[in-house]
């Protein structure tokens, strides 16, 4: 298949958003860290002052919203979640629906999966119990049995739900499953975890209803031994990885095959994270086998820098830091997790700047549908047109590539090759001296109807258009008559302050345009041209900003 229907094909298929919402109303995992998010900076300054954005500095662990647990959660010596190759995170897969199977604290079997669907080698594999009813974004359940009348949300999403039997780890082994995902907090049984001794009460009753079934004790069900070396060693070394609180549109894909897309931050140091789920089937009148056959074959190209500790943030941003709560050894037998504590702002690693980074009244991350992050789109190379402090024009762009309206579109400096991982890196010129738009760009790019932009550089605008100007006069001068060198003006009289200090952001937050920054990885041997181009963020409903998994689609060389 050529590019052109490859990507048409794509922007034509039926994508299903499997996401929880992600606030700082989403419960976590009982006992662990909720979102927690504080404005650090305002446009007009706070606490440290000064002409800015609307920044947040945000505090979580990875057990909160829809999360992809690593192999390291249960295994210390498993793959890095940025090891782990885009092969492993995608492709096809089935949900099967035993939710007329399953009640509070139910144990299910392969059989029950294998009574509704046919799960075949290698899949992605999502179970829906039922239980996504009792997700916090999704409306009240009536009882006039419970209390206040309304069944307990947190209650049945995290500590009542169905949960495997111990046949089930075995069985998903044989299977070679990449993924298995769930849609209510774990995967697990919660009477396997910790919730088991933190609701004493609960277990009772899970244990009282295991031995009306079954006629065992939950230890003679689950020995503890057995399990701990099924889900922290076996499991892993199998490398299957577990998908949590799969909500949003699960209810239309029961017992039907999908090509799937599971795509954590590539993080190194931490061992889940959050991810946005999707499940793409084919257009109407296409035969399904035909898609998915189009789609293992296509090749998937990852811009995303690996998230760590050492990545830099933006000037005087917040870095990553990572604290590990709890450890596998730290609890009895399978009860126990490695589960990290994560602060942070979020202009550092790959990320999406969304509306209300700069615009007050502008949309949230999570407040954009999908449709909005995924599409067709052009990739503009225009590293032998720039160099230091450079400014680029339309003209270039569209000298490399055909860019369309309604397109993503992605430009590539080169600067890329400076960031923090690269053998190349220069820390100061990559976040200092990189090229930037010229004045006619914003407009350009809104009668284009650009979706969003993206920049392999740490901002869409020139350094010398933020507060980088200030900071680093010296620059600044060299940067100024650089470009009165080349269009005959100074700075002031080609960029005036008041219209485009942080023109990207100021002049094109407000008509919807957003960008990423800091794209990399694959981008380094990514040409100019067109590709299917989507970013796969958590959905944060009082994010400003937020990081993602950068992706384009291209047919297989």
Same mark, same amino acid.
């Given at each position: 298949?050529?590019?052109?229907?490859?990507?048409?094909?794509?922007?034509?298929?039926?994508?299903?958003?499997?996401?929880?919402?992600?606030?700082?109303?989403?419960?976590?995992?009982?006992?662990?860290?909720?979102?927690?998010?504080?404005?650090?900076?305002?446009?007009?300054?706070?606490?440290?002052?000064?002409?800015?954005?609307?920044?947040?500095?945000?505090?979580?662990?990875?057990?909160?919203?829809?999360?992809?647990?690593?192999?390291?959660?249960?295994?210390?010596?498993?793959?890095?979640?940025?090891?782990?190759?885009?092969?492993?995170?995608?492709?096809?897969?089935?949900?099967?629906?035993?939710?007329?199977?399953?009640?509070?604290?139910?144990?299910?079997?392969?059989?029950?999966?294998?009574?509704?669907?046919?799960?075949?080698?290698?899949?992605?594999?999502?179970?829906?119990?039922?239980?996504?009813?009792?997700?916090?974004?999704?409306?009240?359940?009536? +009882?006039? +049995?419970?209390?206040?009348?309304?069944?307990?949300?947190?209650?049945?999403?995290?500590?009542?739900?169905?949960?495997?039997?111990?046949?089930?780890?075995?069985?998903?082994?044989?299977?070679?499953?990449?993924?298995?995902?769930?849609?209510?907090?774990?995967?697990?049984?919660?009477?396997?975890?910790?919730?088991?001794?933190?609701?004493?009460?609960?277990?009772?009753?899970?244990?009282?209803?295991?031995?009306?079934?079954?006629?065992?004790?939950?230890?003679?069900?689950?020995?503890?031994?057995?399990?701990?070396?099924?889900?922290?060693?076996?499991?892993?070394?199998?490398?299957?990885?577990?998908?949590?609180?799969?909500?949003?549109?699960?209810?239309?894909?029961?017992?039907?095959?999908?090509?799937?897309?599971?795509?954590?931050?590539?993080?190194?140091?931490?061992?889940?994270?959050?991810?946005?789920?999707?499940?793409?089937?084919?257009?109407?009148?296409?035969?399904?086998?035909?898609?998915?056959?189009?789609?293992? +074959?296509?090749?998937?190209?990852?811009?995303?820098?690996?998230?760590?500790?050492?990545?830099?943030?933006?000037?005087?941003?917040?870095?990553?830091?990572?604290?590990?709560?709890?450890?596998?050894?730290?609890?009895?037998?399978?009860?126990?997790?490695?589960?990290?504590?994560?602060?942070?702002?979020?202009?550092?690693?790959?990320?999406?700047?969304?509306?209300?980074?700069?615009?007050?009244?502008?949309?949230?991350?999570?407040?954009?549908?999908?449709?909005?992050?995924?599409?067709?789109?052009?990739?503009?190379?225009?590293?032998?047109?720039?160099?230091?402090?450079?400014?680029?024009?339309?003209?270039?762009?569209?000298?490399?590539?055909?860019?369309?309206?309604?397109?993503?579109?992605?430009?590539?400096?080169?600067?890329?090759?400076?960031?923090?991982?690269?053998?190349?890196?220069?820390?100061?010129?990559?976040?200092?001296?990189?090229?930037?738009?010229?004045?006619?760009?914003?407009?350009?790019?809104?009668?284009?109807?650009?979706?969003?932009?993206?920049?392999?550089?740490?901002?869409?605008?020139?350094?010398?258009?933020?507060?980088?100007?200030?900071?680093?006069?010296?620059?600044?001068?060299?940067?100024?008559?650089?470009?009165?060198?080349?269009?005959?003006?100074?700075?002031?009289?080609?960029?005036?302050?008041?219209?485009?200090?942080?023109?990207?952001?100021?002049?094109?937050?407000?008509?919807?345009?957003?960008?990423?920054? +800091?794209?990399?990885?694959?981008?380094?041997?990514?040409?100019?041209?067109?590709?299917?181009?989507?970013?796969?963020?958590?959905?944060?409903?009082?994010?400003?900003?937020?990081?993602?998994?950068?992706?384009?689609?291209?047919?297989?060389?």
């Amino acid at each position: 298949m050529d590019r052109e229907a490859l990507i048409s094909t794509i922007a034509s298929a039926k994508v299903y958003d499997l996401a929880q919402d992600l606030s700082i109303f989403t419960p976590p995992f009982p006992g662990d860290k909720p979102l927690e998010i504080t404005f650090f900076k305002r446009v007009t300054g706070a606490h440290h002052g000064g002409p800015g954005a609307n920044g947040q500095f945000i505090k979580w662990s990875n057990t909160t919203g829809t999360h992809l647990v690593g192999e390291r959660a249960y295994h210390s010596g498993g793959r890095a979640l940025a090891d782990i190759p885009l092969k492993d995170l995608m492709g096809r897969g089935v949900v099967a629906d035993i939710s007329h199977l399953v009640s509070d604290y139910s144990v299910y079997t392969p059989e029950m999966i294998e009574s509704v669907v046919d799960v075949k080698k290698g899949d992605i594999l999502i179970i829906n119990t039922g239980y996504h009813r009792y997700s916090w974004d999704q409306p009240d359940i009536m +009882n006039p +049995n419970a209390q206040g009348g309304v069944e307990s949300k947190e209650f049945g999403f995290l500590v009542r739900h169905p949960g495997p039997s111990m046949s089930f780890y075995k069985w998903i082994i044989e299977k070679e499953l990449k993924i298995v995902g769930v849609d209510c907090g774990l995967l697990e049984h919660p009477m396997n975890t910790l919730i088991r001794t933190m609701h004493p009460t609960e277990f009772a009753k899970a244990e009282a209803k295991l031995k009306a079934e079954h006629g065992k004790t939950w230890d003679e069900m689950f020995p503890p031994e057995e399990y701990y070396k099924l889900l922290h060693i076996a499991v892993p070394k199998a490398h299957i990885l577990f998908a949590e609180s799969i909500v949003g549109q699960i209810d239309e894909l029961l017992n039907q095959r999908a090509w799937f897309m599971m795509l954590p931050l590539p993080f190194m140091e931490v061992e889940s994270s959050w991810m946005r789920p999707v499940a793409y089937r084919p257009p109407e009148g296409m035969d399904e086998e035909e898609f998915f056959d189009m789609m293992d +074959n296509a090749e998937v190209l990852d811009f995303t820098l690996p998230f760590s500790v050492q990545t830099p943030q933006w000037a005087n941003y917040e870095p990553l830091v990572v604290k590990y709560l709890k450890r596998v050894g730290g609890q009895a037998f399978g009860k126990g997790r490695n589960t990290a504590l994560c602060t942070a702002s979020f202009h550092l690693a790959t990320h999406m700047d969304g509306e209300i980074h700069f615009w007050s009244r502008g949309r949230t991350i999570g407040q954009a549908p999908l449709e909005h992050w995924i599409g067709p789109g052009a990739i503009a190379d225009i590293s032998h047109l720039v160099s230091d402090l450079d400014v680029y024009t339309p003209e270039m762009i569209e000298s490399v590539v055909e860019v369309r309206e309604g397109d993503i579109l992605l430009i590539k400096t080169g600067f890329h090759v400076y960031g923090w991982n690269s053998p190349d890196s220069d820390e100061f010129r990559y976040m200092v001296r990189h090229p930037g738009p010229s004045p006619d760009f914003s407009d350009w790019a809104v009668a284009k109807k650009i979706k969003w932009l993206g920049i392999d550089a740490v901002s869409q605008d020139h350094p010398m258009n933020t507060i980088q100007r200030i900071w680093h006069p010296k620059t600044f001068e060299e940067a100024n008559n650089k470009l009165k060198a080349k269009f005959g003006k100074d700075w002031d009289e080609m960029f005036p302050l008041d219209k485009y200090y942080q023109d990207t952001h100021l002049n094109l937050f407000p008509k919807g345009i957003v960008h990423a920054e +800091n794209l990399g990885k694959d981008i380094h041997d990514t040409p100019s041209g067109r590709y299917y181009i989507g970013v796969y963020l958590p959905k944060g409903m009082e994010t400003a900003s937020m990081w993602g998994r950068f992706i384009a689609i291209k047919e297989a060389d």
